[in-house]
């Protein structure tokens, strides 16, 4: 029965005009009028079960808008990132949706589906690199911190925008729609560490108003639906472990990708676990670095 209700529900969302919800939400999370974005920001933390003890202030007033609380920074203290040098940190807040190695160009999605790596980075030429690595794919739902951060020291090599659809990404949905992170909004972000080339992607979803980075400000919506690269190489752009590199604006889902042979040793993770921003997923080979000559 279960599986039927979710066959429903996740075929109701291919015929919602996905683009023009997400765009009303994008304006209705923006309203400044103070009576009505506290009640927004007073229910909708309710329902989600926001924690506000991690929150740098309590009081609704104090955000101008809905969305400026939903991208709210955590409290001084609230996450710390383990600093060991070959620590890999989670980027975000959230769950694990799946994770392990990428077989051959095949990522999990979910029990019984995979998609193509190829698929997930629009045919990308750096694609190779990553074929037999290692994934992480981490769901933010809407109570958790919706920054993203970086899980180890990284030089940015490129950035992609990827048009898509825009299905919903909560796990009856990523059960029951083929390829959806391949089929969905994204914007890929390559960074050139210690153990090779990493990407983080940034998956958007229905009423995932906005996808943002620290270096290129606000991304989505965009004005034109199609392929832009960006080439960032030789600018010299670090950001360190633990920087913040982006943001969702609604919760949404972080892949993370790594090379062949970048992970030493990782702790078993299963779909549904919890994950907290800085913690250890895997402890890193550095042996790489020595090999690729860093």
Known sequence: MRTLIEKILAGVQSSLPQHLLTAWTY???????????????????AM????WNEAPSRKPGDYPTFNAFFTRALK????????????????????????GRIDANQLLQAKGQKYALQALLANDAACPQWENGHFYTLYLSPRDYHRVHMPLTGVLQGMRYVPGRLFSVAPYTVRQVDGLFARNERVISIFETAVGPVALVLVGAMLVAGMET???????????????TTDYQGQGLTLAKGAEMGRFNMGSTVILLLPPGAIDRAPPLRPGDAVRLGQRLASLNLALQDRNGD
């Open 27 to 45: 304006r209705l999370m923006r309203v400044e009028t103070r009576w009505f974005k506290n009640l927004q920001i007073r229910v909708i933390a």
């Open 48 to 51: 989600a079960g926001v924690d």
């Open 76 to 99: 001084a203290g609230a996450r710390a990132f383990d600093p060991a040098p070959e620590a890999l940190c989670c980027p975000c807040d959230g769950r694990v949706s799946e994770s």
């Open 214 to 228: 620290v270096w290129a400000g606000e991304i989505t919506p965009a004005s034109l639906r199609e392929v832009r």
